[in-house]
């Protein structure tokens, strides 16, 4: 896997109108690993989804489901699978991880710039930067940067592409909550001002509650989709019983 999170994107072999509506199509029938032994691992079961241009998905599950597996499978880091996955238009699709994965002989700026094309390298990174307070950080190296604004710096990395699809991979566990919660206002802000369609992964309820359009519930593993919750409320309206009623619905 590329080190800056970027993977290339998979030609769509389906054009219908619904398609282009649409920033990804999942139709997967499973995933299993060949384990010593002679044994199988059915990591992932039967999942079908499509995705909305411009949406922004949380998946929910238990530990070790296969929510990593999947969100593998779409980036196209685990070809191994039986079923199709397609991804409307050529554009590129960035991936933020647990770890932001920055280079550490390299400043926030050249960290920022490591994933732009030569014809883009010389783009201004002004407005990115003092949208996620990074401006009078673009000379520090990640060895100057506490882990939450390490990860301002992925998400910067990962909006500077305009990807056509943004993979959010557990991106705010092991932070303090105010942390948390700048950064989900961040990254919240930054999708408003750089619409992308956005698939995320949380083990946190509460969280994909606040933040989704759309939350898809993974069964224990192999992982198959229990419930689908479309959610309608406008977040600035999510209060505290609007969240814990949004969680209710997602079951145990």
């Known amino acids: 896997m590329p080190i800056d999170g970027v993977v290339p994107v998979s030609e769509s072999a389906m054009e219908s109108d619904l398609m282009t509506e649409q920033a990804l199509r999942v139709c997967v029938q499973g995933r299993r690993f060949a384990l010593a032994g002679g044994d199988t691992l059915h990591a992932v079961g039967a999942l079908d989804f499509s995705l909305p241009a411009n949406s922004f998905t949380c998946i929910v599950g238990p530990s070790g489901c296969g929510k990593t597996t999947t969100l593998r499978m779409i980036l196209g880091l685990d070809k191994q699978y039986d079923g199709s996955i397609h991804l409307p238009g050529n554009g590129p699709i960035a991936a933020v991880f647990q770890e932001p994965r920055l280079l550490p002989w390299r400043t926030v700026e050249q960290n ?3 994933v732009l094309p030569e014809s883009r390298q010389n783009d201004s990174l002004d407005e990115l930067l003092v949208n996620l307070g990074l401006e009078d950080l673009r000379g520090f190296y990640p060895n100057q940067l506490s882990l939450g604004l390490a990860r301002r710096v992925a998400l910067a990395r990962a909006f500077v592409l305009r990807p056509q699809l943004l993979v959010l991979d557990e991106p705010f566990v092991s932070l303090d909550e105010p942390t948390a919660v700048r950064l989900r206002t961040l990254l919240l802000d930054l999708w408003q001002l750089r619409p992308t369609t956005i698939l995320m992964v949380t083990h946190n309820a509460e969280e994909a509650a606040s933040l989704a359009d759309r939350i898809l519930v ?10 689908s919750i479309d959610i309608d409320t406008p977040r600035q309206q999510r209060d505290r019983p609007v969240i814990d009623s949004i969680v209710s619905r997602l079951g145990d």
């Open 112 to 114: 920022i710039r490591l």
């Open 218 to 227: 993974f069964s224990k593993r192999p992982a198959q989709i229990l419930r």
